[in-house]
């Protein structure tokens, strides 16, 4: 990529990302380059595909469970073209490193939610649910488990009691209590991973990153 051109993608993604700085949006830029095995620095239509991004999940973020890895790709994925371009890498992480409680709030929603129609049902959380929960007894006696602890949710989520949560909900009961925040499962990485990822990619401000 010319300079012109590389200096085009930064001030076009710095206006869209403020929790970064512009040498900072370079570095990502630079890793995302590097991920997607491209040498040339052209950004035009390459992407993270969803086995490469779960890998970095994984290595670089310690996220384990498949579904929501999964989920979090969607999340980036915002042109559902089933690969993550660089704006929507820098935008993504953006949320992952610093982004704010209103953020975090809309972003795990958005992971939560899994047909795209803006609520989450009762379906929906017995499937994640039995996803990420370790059944150390008979499926039958974990189903019935689950189920309750559906119920037990929705009764503190659930504030219009339509039998789904919605966006509304879920951001008064994230209020109320924290905690709920990754209420369904881990789609946020932990504060050393964020930390160590920075470390990583920002190494060598303001020079090249790699």
Not at 47 to 65: E, K, P, Q, V, W
Not at 118 to 145: A, C, P, V, W, Y
Not at 182 to 197: A, R, S
Request: with cysteine.
């Amino acid at each position: 990529m010319d300079q012109k051109a590389w200096k085009k993608l930064v001030e076009s993604i710095s206006k869209a990302v403020k929790s970064f700085k512009k040498s900072e949006i370079e570095c990502l830029i630079r890793l995302f380059h590097h991920l997607v095995g491209r040498t040339d620095g052209s950004c035009d239509n390459i992407g993270l595909d969803r086995n490469t991004f779960r890998a970095i999940l994984h290595s670089m973020f310690g996220m384990t469970d498949d579904m929501l890895m999964n989920r979090v790709f969607f999340a980036f994925d915002k042109d559902n073209d089933n690969r993550i371009n660089v704006k929507e890498w820098v935008k993504g992480l953006s949320v992952f490193l610093r982004g704010t409680f209103e953020e975090k709030l809309k972003f795990c929603f958005e992971v939560y939610y899994l047909n795209g129609d803006g609520f989450i049902s009762r379906e929906e959380i017995f499937d994640i649910l039995k996803n990420s929960l370790h059944q150390q007894s008979s499926e039958e006696e974990t189903d019935e488990g689950i189920k309750e602890l559906v119920d037990i949710i929705l009764k503190k989520m659930d504030y219009d009691n339509d039998g789904k949560i919605s966006f509304a909900d879920f951001e008064k009961a994230v209020r109320e209590d924290r905690l709920l925040l990754e209420v369904f499962g881990p789609c946020l990485p932990e504060v050393k991973n964020c930390l160590d990822f920075e470390a990583l990619a920002f190494r060598n401000i303001p020079t090249s990153c790699f």
